[in-house]
DNA sequence: TTATCAGCTAACCTTTAGGTAACTACTAAT
DNA sequence: ATTAGTAGTTACCTAAAGGTTAGCTGATAA
């Protein structure tokens, strides 16, 4: 049975659990799927135009590049600016917002990295016991 | 024009970014979706059983909770230890391997946490205009 | 004896993400 | 005149994720 000090505890424990729930699916929600950090790491790396979003990140459509750029200048990750004159060129900046995601890229950069070690060494494992 | 030099650098550059894509991707792979982050977070907690992980993982339905432990254990993230006897009881323990996604989840954390206080704020700034 | 809890599974359905293809408007080059 | 590139949009479709409902086994409680 809990005392009260331990009923206490145990209540604030789980709801630093739930608080921590939230943000992580906040952050999910913002930044999950499959485009939305590639589209990003593009960007940081100096692509800047449609065409060139199109063909670095690689296999993404048009419709969907189209789709997720407006979603992520909705979120203030990014802006779209349109150069009136002549051609008409538009550009996609990253905001200063976008630089908060660099905490979450490179531990995701890194334990991606990682895991895909352990996934190449489990597999020459399991080859090497089929002796 | 790029001399070969300016070449090279921007191919380096070029197949970095492939890299930190590839690497975000796959984790995107193994830990993305709605729940699986949910799962670990409420284990580190304490939460071994099937039914305090429902209870825990607000919003979790039977069916998605057996189908996600069963794709955790299969990456190595937990296992499954039926303790036969009486009654038969089923625990669900985090491995070790589980840990390696701390710095993953901490810097989602932060910056779920931080990017929920920026949409607040920037909601009631733009009610502060509507005046 | 009926009901309830744990720990699932199966069947079915809805929602969402994402893919494909065609088309537009404009410009530039051939 | 035709072709190609830029920057998309629209309509349609598929696949995957996830939700709902029901039911199963085996035990315990009322």
């Known amino acids: 049975m809990d005392t009260n000090e331990q009923t206490q505890v145990n209540k604030e424990f789980t709801d630093e ?3 921590i ?14 485009w939305k950090l590639m589209i ?10 449609f065409s060139e979003l199109q063909r670095h990140v690689t296999g993404i459509s048009a419709r969907v590049l189209s ?6 200048e909705m979120n203030g990750f990014i802006i779209k600016k349109v150069a009136v ?3 008409v060129t538009i550009e996609y900046e990253l905001l ?13 950069t890194r334990w991606g990295m990682q895991h895909r070690e352990k996934i ?12």
């Open 40 to 49: 990003i790491i593009a960007m940081a790396r100096g692509n800047t135009r």
């Open 96 to 108: 200063p917002y976008s630089r908060t995601l660099e905490e979450v890229v490179g531990s995701m």
């Open 85 to 87: 004159g002549y051609p």
């Open 67 to 72: 789709s997720e750029l407006k979603e992520l």
């Open 120 to 131: 190449k060494s489990d597999i020459s494992a399991s080859q090497a016991s089929k002796s």
């Open 17 to 19: 659990c739930v608080r």
């Open 21 to 34: 729930m939230a943000a992580v699916s906040d952050a999910l929600y913002a930044i999950g799927g499959k």
